[in-house]
């Protein structure tokens, strides 16, 4: 990277997975700091630390796994069946899945939901005529958050990261 920073080739970083830990790290030595951070965020994983750090960078946080991973090997159904995301849809006659992405829009995040059938694309980008109210934001607030790629596997007590809390802000 040196070498393309001193030909003036990058003008932009972007990072996945890191927390805000790792990101003070990288801006300790980098000289051009991150524009984008891809993590994983949904109603069941806010991130609420990380967004703030991120916003106080100038960093995007981009979303990968917005309702959950359904069908994937280490995804889960924890956000698509929870309760309160089903009646925050109901309420507005939409779908937890429309739901999922207009919280992610409204935390200023930017999400890009993978679908290869035509009818739940159009669906995903029907979420700018609504929003959410306070009384959805009091129900969300309370969703029991869940990790699904907790990362266990780079847990040694050798590496760097000895714990879930040293890798993860929280």
Known sequence: MEVCQRL??????????????????????????PSVNQVEMNPAWQQ??????????????????????????????????????KQ????????VAQVCLRWIIEQGAIVIAKSFNKERLKENLD??????????????????????MPRDEYITPHGPFKTLEELWDE
Request: proline share 3%; glycine share 6%.
């Open 127 to 148: 979420i700018f005529d609504w929003a959410l109210t306070d009384h959805d934001y009091d129900k969300s607030n309370q969703i029991p958050e869940y990790r699904m």
């Open 8 to 33: 003036g080739l990058t003008k932009f970083i972007g990072v996945s997975n890191f927390s805000s830990k790792k990101i003070e790290a990288l801006l300790a030595f980098s000289t051009i700091p």
């Open 48 to 85: 609420r630390q990380l967004r703030e750090f991120c916003k106080s960078k100038s960093i995007i946080v981009n979303v990968f796994s917005p309702f959950g991973a359904v069908g994937s090997c280490w995804g889960t159904n924890q956000v698509m069946n929870n309760e309160a995301l």
């Open 88 to 95: 925050i849809a109901d309420a507005h006659g939409e779908t």
